[in-house]
């Protein structure tokens, strides 16, 4: 495996990518992988993308705000914006067709890019924003928390509080561990602008989009995964997800919860190379 680092400039900002090439896989397929809220790119998914098998090229961004990219002009952008900045670096890149996962505010971004585009062929949505409420009251409460959670975190954010409060809204079941807050705390606190940002793209955008979101389906084939000890709303709607969708599985990590790309990485590797070939598998029967 081969680790390379991007820095370019396109028309939203500044742009900071790291792309994994596997030079003895010559399938040529393409993955790209969207972090959540606060964590950049590299730290969300490293540990992830050293299980993967199956592509021969990972591509893993950092979204304005979050790591070392950055917007030129954009003081409060929406989930549209972040999923304008993915698009041109893509464009940028001439990457044409690949595979999509998004982690929980990112899965809210990669909603926004299948629907606007026809380049993505499997999808894989972790703990995904977007779902984390199976009607339309559940999300609008989810909203309402991501409001006055990003409010407090502009006012304090030297304050352990909000963050712990952060973690309590995402993972309200998660075993309690003193030294796991403080390691999260520690990651998150590196980018508190960009997480409020990000926080309040994602309360405009369950706000705007909550019959949409409550009645959604996936377009494509796909999975889902959840950590065991996730909010039951989010293993309601995700089983409803793969009730009401077509080629869509959902799968639900033992002893995880919202953090789950981080404490289980292995699993999450295991579990979207298992869907990589079942997709495989099924586009060759097909043929």
């Given amino acids: 495996m081969e680790k390379h680092p991007l820095n370019i400039r396109t028309a939203c900002g500044q742009q900071h990518a790291l792309i994994w090439q596997f030079p003895q896989n010559t399938s040529g397929r393409r993955l790209l992988l969207l972090h959540g809220a606060g964590i950049a790119g590299e730290l969300t998914w490293t540990y992830v993308a050293n299980y993967l098998e199956g592509w021969s090229e990972i591509l893993v961004p950092d979204f304005a705000g979050m790591g070392k990219s950055s917007f030129t002009d954009c ?152 950590g065991e000890l996730s909010m039951p709303a989010m293993h309601e709607r995700q089983a409803r997800l793969e009730l009401e969708s077509e080629q869509w599985f959902t799968q639900m990590i033992k002893g995880a919860d919202h953090s789950l790309v981080f404490t289980h990485p292995k699993q999450v590797a295991r579990l979207m190379n298992e869907r990589l070939q079942l997709a495989i598998g099924s586009a060759n029967n097909a043929g």
Avoid at 91 to 104: E, K, N, R, T, V
Avoid at 139 to 165: C, G, H, M, V
């Fill in 75 to 226: 003081p409060q952008p929406t989930v549209a914006d972040y999923a304008r900045q993915v698009t041109e670096l893509l464009d940028a890149l001439d990457w044409q067709h690949m595979d999509i996962a998004g982690y929980s505010f990112g899965g809210t971004v990669t909603e926004t890019l299948i629907r606007e585009s026809g380049r993505f062929e499997l999808c894989y949505l972790l703990e995904p924003a977007l779902l984390s409420g199976n009607d339309e009251a559940g999300l609008i409460a989810k909203a309402q928390t991501y409001i006055k959670l990003a409010d407090w975190l502009s006012r304090e954010p030297e304050s352990n509080e909000p963050f712990l409060a952060f973690l309590d809204a995402v993972s309200p079941y998660r075993r309690s561990n003193a030294a796991a807050d403080r390691v999260a705390i520690s990651r998150l606190r590196g980018n508190v602008a960009g997480m409020v940002q990000a926080l309040n793209a994602v309360n405009n955008s369950l706000l705007t989009n909550t019959r949409y979101f409550a009645e959604w389906t996936a377009p494509m084939p796909g999975m889902s995964m959840v």
